[in-house]
């Protein structure tokens, strides 16, 4: 059973003589991961909590029911989202090819952002206007100021928030290493760190950012499955499957962030209610909210 990184990172606390490892059952270890979340982020379990433990338990589910082998059809060549094909993925991605990806929300399109060839190319396949920016995606939270500024954040902000189903957008900053070609006039990104390993692998892998948006043609629904974008494979050097996803259609939650002590929600997504919880706890305040 694969574990997300933040779930892994909650693992210690099995070694407490206070719990028998040997017969803990899947309930109780998504019990004791959400309670340790809530904790270290000093609210108290409440709903939220409870929704924070049937996420993990959809999550490992999900991981569980990868498919195990790779086809090639005339539509596209599929392969299983795991870690045996992530250099081939980045390979791909060198080459300035287009890559279709599960994340932790919905399947999507990625490509090297850096490549402005490859940039285009998602912009073609979606039949999206370029005046529509795409967001970046990296492998871990340290690498976001590599893209992106942040010194004007709240310490431990960005650690709540990331890996998560959050977008997060933020200045570029004078220091980004992002090609200006990129959402060009625009003097912010859309950053993420997905809770998906498969696809921070192989960003970590490709040392650089991708470029990142929902895989379907654009106005159409977004896409949980393969299946939902079976039209568009042909455009992809390969379509990875990791199975159904459990989030919905809803998408990342979109928060804006580039104004100091202020957050502004762009889009509810799936995890706004956590979102707002996390921004306020470390004392940011809506933007255009009464005083």
């Keep these: 059973m694969n574990i997300p990184a933040r779930v892994a990172a909650a693992l210690p606390l099995l070694a407490s003589p206070l719990v028998p490892s040997s017969s803990l059952s899947l309930q109780s270890f998504c019990s004791l991961i959400s309670h340790h979340r809530v904790s270290k982020l000093g609210l108290v379990p ?7 433990r049937r996420c993990v338990a959809e999550k490992m589910a999900w991981s ?5 082998a790779g086809v090639e059809t005339e539509l596209g060549v599929v392969r299983p989202a795991t870690g045996a094909h992530t250099e081939e993925a980045v390979e791909a991605l060198r080459a300035g090819k287009v890559i279709a990806v ?6 999507g399109f990625a490509c090297d952002a850096c490549s402005l060839e490859a ?3 998602i912009y073609e396949i979606k039949g999206r206007k370029h005046t529509s920016p795409l967001a970046i995606c990296v492998g871990d939270v340290p690498d976001l100021k590599r893209f992106a500024a942040t010194e004007h954040l709240p310490h431990g902000l960005l650690e709540n928030l990331l890996p ?6 933020l200045n ?24 998906c390993n498969f696809i921070r692998d192989i960003a970590r892998r490709l040392g650089s950012a991708l470029a990142l948006t ?12 393969i299946k939902d974008f079976e039209n568009l494979w042909e455009h992809c050097a390969y379509v990875y499957n990791g199975g159904v996803l459990p989030s919905g259609r809803a998408g990342s939650t ?12 762009l889009r509810p997504g799936s995890a706004r209610e956590e979102t707002v919880a996390i921004l306020e706890m470390h004392s940011l305040e809506e933007e255009g909210a009464a005083a």
């Excluded at 569980?64 to 195990?68: L, M, N, T």
């Excluded at 043609?217 to 499955?225: D, K, R």
């Design 64 to 68: 569980a029911e990868k498919c195990d």
């Design 172 to 195: 570029r900053g004078e220091s980004s290493i992002l090609e200006k070609s990129l959402n060009p006039g625009l003097d912010s990104i859309g950053v993420r760190v997905p809770d």
């Design 214 to 225: 929902s895989a379907n043609l654009s106005g159409q629904p977004s896409s949980v499955s």
């Design 102 to 107: 599960p994340t932790d929300t919905l399947y």
């Design 254 to 265: 979109v928060v804006d962030l580039t104004r100091l002590g202020k957050y502004k929600i």
């Design 119 to 121: 940039v285009n190319r």
């Design 46 to 52: 409440t709903v939220q909590s409870r929704r924070l």
């Design 164 to 169: 998560g189903p959050v977008t997060l957008v």
